[in-house]
């Protein structure tokens, strides 16, 4: 199997948060256990970096709607949506604070339609 390309990140800002490549991917409900970390640059793209606040792990998303994964060193590839979301939500049940039964429901929902 051959090795997946990967892009150099480079941070362009950490003024002005960007919450709608967030909002396209998870929704309205789901965007509240989030905070918008950074916006960098990946292939091009301005892309936003967001951390959960229970599992403190991160989603990177392009303006573009393209899903990046970190690999060391500063750099990025591409991933598929259901593993960018069963990444960050991780063992999410486990941690504090716990999702309540509205985030449960969304987050299913959510991981129906990244399946389908």
């Known amino acids: 199997m051959a090795p997946k390309h990967t892009f150099a990140g480079e941070l362009s800002q950490y003024d002005k948060p960007n919450w709608d490549p ?3 991917l998870v929704g309205v409900h789901l965007v509240r256990w ?5 916006e960098f640059e990946v292939d091009a ?3 936003h970096a967001y951390k959960h606040i229970a599992t403190r792990r991160y989603l990177h998303i392009g303006e573009d709607g393209r899903l990046f994964g970190y690999v060391p060193r500063f750099r990025y ?3 598929e949506r259901e593993q960018a979301l069963d990444e960050v939500f991780f063992e999410w049940e486990e ?3 716990q999702p309540d039964e509205a985030a ?3 987050l299913e929902q959510l991981r129906r339609r990244a399946a389908s």
């Not at 989030?34 to 950074?38: Q, S, T, V």
């Open 22 to 24: 967030l909002i396209d």
């Open 34 to 38: 989030f905070m918008w970390m950074h």
């Open 45 to 47: 793209t301005p892309t």
């Open 77 to 79: 590839q591409v991933v």
């Open 95 to 97: 941690t504090v604070p």
């Open 104 to 106: 449960l429901a969304a």
